[in-house]
């Protein structure tokens, strides 16, 4: 057992160190190459949906399911960089507590967004240090569903769509991405009116989209405050994890997850050379004044430096 | 006279090229290079502050007043592009429909995030076809303060920054990005109760910060809806873009825009080709494999691949 893995055992250390992977702090590419290699095990499930669907209450509810099995459970908040939507998710955080003092639970909130606006890789990353941490199940939830969420989750397991009634017109706007992405429905706070129109609705709508054929996305009704429908949700989660391991599509989640980890890698790579000045300042001055002076403009010299650009250099 | 500048002229035609420009489709990047070089006409004003300020029917108070100097004016909207605020938005720009008759002035909306989360240079590219086209004033509008907003409104001449009474807590929020780029601070609903607290909060963390010198950003009273306190606001507009053009401040400012524009097309150039695959196909499959087996792992390889790329290559 290397410190690394002695340290991920660790409560305490194991939130330095995630701490030390969102913020891409010295070191960090080290251990989470480590943690890459010790990951894999760890069950992903993703939960998201509209802002107000219930997903923090649905999450907590989960949590206490799974414990009962005697599970480690690690969850990731994904909360959006907005500086207008703090209060809510801490709301949402403080909800959840009454976990936070089991050991065999770990709670954890990360941004979605990188200095230059750009997709931060730190989610993605801090998945592969609580699967590396040993973790039986990681939930992640996605405060939003905007595309930012829809790419974390897409590097899921098994992906939760939470919906409530009263949405109607915004299934609409869900279809577009993140129905497909969609294992298993949730129609939370069920006991409301409408719940069976939704529960219609998802179904009609999936009965037009032929994408999913090996599986099937189930429509569950729960109700999570009131612990309503959660035995069947667990069910059906495992369901689609068996299914996923029955069949190759696991390894196949698995290596899109890689790639998709790549790219993500690779531009925040290229990101921060960009930010810290393509250019050696002399050019960059010169070049500036060139534009000022309209004698050259951004747009050809993007064209030019891009074209020059190998990403081919592996042995 | 080119073709080009004969279509801009044309209000169907500039919807036409601004499109264009906004889907990146086929031909784009010539048209932004002839664009690049006849713009720098234009007064470019950032119009941003949370959701609620009541930025929208502040903007189409301020068409209005410039209209009457017989300015043409272009306003473009910044929408956020999660699927969750485009109601709010589509209202906006509805109550702004009482100009849209108007030839002079043109109203446009555009999203502000690429494909894959990175920054879209689209929006400060529209702002340089706007330019070209020969717009007075060049109003743009943002309806959030996220990051992307905050880089869009960094590119414009003038930022306004509008807050109302009752946000309070958020002025500590917006402290951190925003209140540093704000030129004119306006604090719209002043007839709210609050307001004048709210300009002393303001006055006071302004107070504090040295980073402004030669400039002393104002704190305005308006009432948009009434029309109260726009010709002090327009003053202030211009004073402030006189004080650019009489120092060498807009030059600076010009030059920070070609650099961050020059910036942000290099990433989307470097974002589009690692969307696309980084890596022969070939190659990435192999490189899954060894990630799935465990033999390799992504961010040796992304290291590699950045350390390999060279981004210095002006003749």
Request: with cysteine.
């Amino acid at each position: 057992m290397s410190i690394l893995q002695r340290d991920l055992k660790d409560t305490r250390k194991l939130s330095r160190i995630l701490s030390l992977v969102e913020n891409r702090q010295k070191g960090y590419t080290e251990i989470l190459k480590e943690c890459f290699l010790l990951s894999g095990k760890s069950k992903v499930v993703g939960i998201t949906g509209p802002p107000g669907a219930g997903k923090s209450t649905l999450t907590s509810t989960l949590i206490g399911h799974l414990r009962k099995e005697g599970a480690c459970v690690a969850v990731l908040a994904i909360d959006p960089s907005s500086s207008f939507s703090g209060g809510a998710i801490l709301g949402d955080r403080i909800r959840m507590l009454n976990h936070s003092l089991d050991t065999k639970v770990y709670i954890r909130s990360a941004a979605t967004r990188g200095a230059m606006g750009g997709l931060c890789p730190a989610a993605s990353d801090m998945i592969t240090v609580l699967d590396a941490a040993g973790f039986d199940y990681i939930l992640v939830e996605t405060v939003g569903v905007g595309q930012d969420e829809i790419d974390v989750v897409r590097e899921t397991d098994t992906v939760l769509l939470v919906l409530v009634p009263g949405l109607g017109d915004d299934i609409q706007a869900l279809k577009a991405g993140i129905m497909e992405i969609a294992d298993i429905f949730v129609v939370n706070k069920s006991d409301r009116e409408g719940s069976n129109k939704l529960v219609n609705e998802i179904e009609y709508i999936l009965s037009l989209s032929q994408s999913k054929k090996e599986w099937n996305p189930p429509v569950l009704k729960t109700v999570a405050s009131k612990n309503e429908g959660i035995n069947e949700l667990i069910f059906e989660i495992k369901k689609h994890l068996n299914f996923l391991e029955s069949t190759s599509l696991l390894a196949e989640k698995r290596k899109t997850r890689a790639a998709l980890k790549l790219r993500r890698l690779l531009l925040e790579g290229l990101e921060n050379r960009i930010r810290n000045g393509p250019l050696k300042s002399e050019e960059e001055r010169k070049l500036m004044e060139a534009f000022l002076r309209k004698e050259k403009d951004p747009y050809s010299v993007a064209e030019e430096i891009v074209e020059s650009v190998i990403l081919e250099e592996l042995q």
